[in-house]
């Protein structure tokens, strides 16, 4: 069955009836009959009331009913609301503890620990849900969510395929089915199934770019005009068009027409940043502190100390660098597991911060960790095990943890996971920041300026952890593991005390999960097609080189006055 005969037109049936879904959010929101007159006047004030005054009336009422689970769930919400998740799921669980049959409020309480990456305890509550209502497209969507996330990618596209046939008129749903499939390395069927989700709303942005963000898929004439024909109208929301910029630009340049496609990019790259509060100087100055406090003496102090556990394999370093590569290539000895882009390390500093979000940088906890003693640092290292379990299948000695905000974190890494390997993936800083440029994050894109200034300050951060720890960071070249995969390799295999094996050459073969934009490419023999391809991009990139300054020029040797 081909996508082009699969078609789902706006005014179709099938797009007209509501979806499982929309019935479904409709019932749990219809929550339960607030009985007490009190607790409904608060409640009908809610909306238009400032949250601190909501806050106020909601815990003046439960200081008389304390066991009121309607006010507990409205309390929960508003908290959550303002950002407090992890006190909203303390809220939710007492209001589950006098209420256990409370649907929406248990609904509510999985979804904050979704999100808080609290995946066991999430799946618990879902399970109480789904036997009651085991067809409760929700339910099953946001399981398999946290399924997929955990690496049971079989389940997972299990449960969204189904949500997709059950739902053939809501795009969403064929997004998440595509996703998915894409994960499991399903090519046809991810790309059938999003151009089902555009069959279904011809203006639906994310459809078309996780095409182009396939890599692997090259738009015709017709999807271009497609997606000419959207953008000139004026009534699509702002998401769509920004999404659909994106895969213009991407439309553009697989015809090699560089002017046009640097044209979408920038415009779609433009009004993303408008949404960011990001500030420079946040980084600028964590680089600054760290180098303060993670010196020779502090780690001498503190060696011995942390958990001494040898099993996390860190792949860090700036997004579109090669990690993904590197993380296939060892993902294929039998020593070692992949997992994915886990969330702990960030969410482990958020909360050393005082904060409920993760921290991808920032200075925040150095004091407090500054502070900690053997005790407490082996604590952290193993809870951060612990959280990483989940992920772990194989039963394999090494797991690898690829996210690459972590390198701002290796201070903390180092002092409560002393034996944890560190690779650093480090690409030519044009290459990489322009590749980050072009490619959609829905809260991080920068301006050319602001990423090279914030690749400076990842160097001058690692060349600090080079000078107070000399060979603790092994440092791949990506532009050298493409012209010498085999000796790259070697040194890779070498660093981690692991015997070489011819696997790791062939890591294309290697069938696993991979959900980051270069899940098809790694899924290919190594290529030199991206090495250079920054360069057609050149002429717009002046305020980019300018900023990366010297440590565009000597690389990939580091400038001195970063060392």
């Avoid at 929960?76 to 799921?89: Q, S």
């Amino acid at each position: 069955m081909t996508p082009r005969k699969m078609r789902v037109s706006e005014d179709s049936p099938l797009s007209s009836n509501p979806s499982s879904f929309a019935v479904a959010s409709a019932d749990i929101s219809k929550g339960r009959l607030i009985r007490n007159s009190r607790l409904r006047e608060i409640a009908s004030r809610l909306k238009s009331a400032p949250p601190e005054i909501g806050e106020r009336e909601l815990r003046a009422f439960l200081s008389n009913y304390p066991n009121e689970a309607d006010a507990l769930q409205l309390l929960a919400k508003l908290v959550a609301g303002c950002g407090r998740r992890t006190e909203a799921i303390s809220i939710l669980e007492r209001c589950l503890d006098v209420a256990p049959d409370f649907t929406l409020a248990r609904f509510n309480c999985a979804r904050l620990l979704w999100e808080q990456h609290k995946y066991a305890q999430a799946l618990e509550q879902l399970e109480v849900l789904l036997a009651e209502d085991a067809g409760n497209p929700l339910f099953r969507q946001l399981k398999s969510n946290i399924l997929e996330a955990t690496g049971y990618t079989e389940q997972s596209l299990a449960i969204f395929r189904d949500l997709a046939a059950e739902n053939p008129g809501r795009a969403e749903s064929w997004i998440s089915y595509g996703h998915a499939a894409r994960a499991a390395g399903i090519r046809e069927e991810s790309v059938n199934a999003y151009r089902m989700a555009i069959e279904c709303r011809p203006s639906y942005g994310s459809a078309y770019w996780s095409l182009a963000n396939m890599k692997t898929v090259r738009f015709d004439g017709a999807d271009i005009s497609a997606m000419l024909a959207q953008l000139s109208r004026p009534d699509i929301p702002q998401d769509d068009r920004i999404l659909l910029q994106f895969a213009l630009g991407k439309a553009y340049e697989d015809l090699r027409e560089y002017e046009r496609s640097w044209e979408q990019y920038s415009k779609a790259n433009a009004a993303v940043r408008l949404r960011s509060n990001y500030d420079p100087d946040v980084l600028t100055a964590s680089v600054a502190a760290s180098k303060v406090l993670f010196t020779p003496e502090l780690f001498t102090a503190r060696k011995g100390m942390g958990c001494d556990a040898r099993d996390p394999i860190f792949i860090l370093g700036r997004p579109r660098s090669g990690s993904t590569l590197i993380e296939q290539i060892l993902s294929s000895h039998s020593a070692v597991e992949g997992t994915a882009e886990l969330p702990y390390i960030t969410a482990l500093a958020g909360r050393l911060s005082g904060r409920d979000s993760p921290v991808p940088h920032g200075k925040d906890y150095l004091n407090v960790l500054a502070d900690f003693d053997a005790v407490a640092l082996a604590g952290l290292g193993e809870e951060y095990l612990r959280d990483a379990q989940i992920h772990r299948k194989l039963n394999r000695p090494f797991f690898i943890d690829k996210k690459p905000a972590n390198f701002a974190h290796i201070g903390l890494i180092l002092l409560m996971l002393p034996n944890a390997k560190i690779i650093d993936a480090r690409r030519n800083p044009a290459a990489s920041c322009f590749s980050t440029f072009k490619t959609y994050r829905s809260k991080s894109l920068l301006r050319l300026s602001e990423l090279g200034r914030f690749y400076r300050d990842y160097v001058e951060y690692m060349a600090h952890f080079d000078r107070v720890l000399p060979g603790r960071i092994h440092r791949v070249i990506y532009e050298e593991l493409v012209a010498d995969p085999e000796t790259q390799t070697r040194n890779l295999l070498d660093y981690l005390g692991l015997p070489f094996e011819e696997s790791c050459l062939r890591f294309y073969e290697t069938e696993r999960t991979v959900l980051t934009p270069s899940s098809e490419q790694v899924r290919k023999p190594i290529s030199s097609d991206a090495v250079d391809h920054w360069r057609n991009y050149e002429p717009w990139l002046g305020q980019l080189t300018a900023s990366l300054g010297s440590v565009l020029v000597h690389y990939p040797v580091v400038p001195e006055e970063l060392r």
